[in-house]
């Protein structure tokens, strides 16, 4: 009795049995099942959901507050904050820091108070710590200072590494690179000091003025670090 072929030889056989037209076949009718499949219809994902929790305050606990001025004191000499309804689970969860100040505090109003820092940086620390990613359009150079100071602040050295990357994707204002660079070489985050030497140097390839301005803040920084 002859022995039936292998599964190498049955899979060659099956392929070369096929004509262009079955193989068209088979490929149309391969989309449409998987057009028809739930994988690839538009799923809300785990950060979409989480992004809808956190900005529409669905199911909230707790609120975080921050002083709409960073200093503290608005125009008409009182303070006003700007408020995210949270989850006292997701910011807990997000460093010891936080679920002691949430949990662990007897004190603990339901409130976590934040100054000294933007409404803007606030807003893209708490998209962090609910979806570990960050949304491009709010990626700004210019508030890399209460990035670096959240990150300390509630030890979350991963949400500082993060921005930084994400830095790499976005225009720098000249405005921000100094101050950047900065900040970067007084704590040695190299990664960003790269980022802002680079940047800097394109810069000067449009504004050869700048290159005294430069030539003067390193040396500063030099002198004092």
Known sequence: ????????????????????????????????????????????????????????????????????????????????????????????????KLEHDIFQNKHW???????????ESVEVFLEFIYTFELTAERIDLLIIGDVFILSCAYNLPDFLVKFSEELKNVTWPLAGILPAYDLAFRHNIYDLENCCITNMQRSLKTNPELYNCKRTHLTTSSNTG
Do not use: W
């Open 109 to 119: 109003n339901g409130i976590l108070q934040i100054n000294g820092v933007s409404p």
């Open 1 to 96: 009795m002859s022995k039936s072929p292998n599964l190498d030889t049955r899979v060659a056989v099956l392929g070369s049995s096929s004509s262009p037209a079955a193989d068209e076949a088979a490929s149309t009718s391969s989309s449409t099942a998987r057009a028809k499949s739930p994988l690839a219809q538009d799923i809300p994902s785990t950060k979409k959901r989480r992004l809808d929790y956190l900005r529409n305050g669905i199911d909230a606990d707790c609120e975080v507050h921050v002083a709409k001025n960073p200093n503290g004191v608005d125009e008409a000499s009182s303070t006003c904050y700007k408020k995210f309804k949270c989850h006292r689970l997701f910011l807990a969860t997000a460093s010891e």
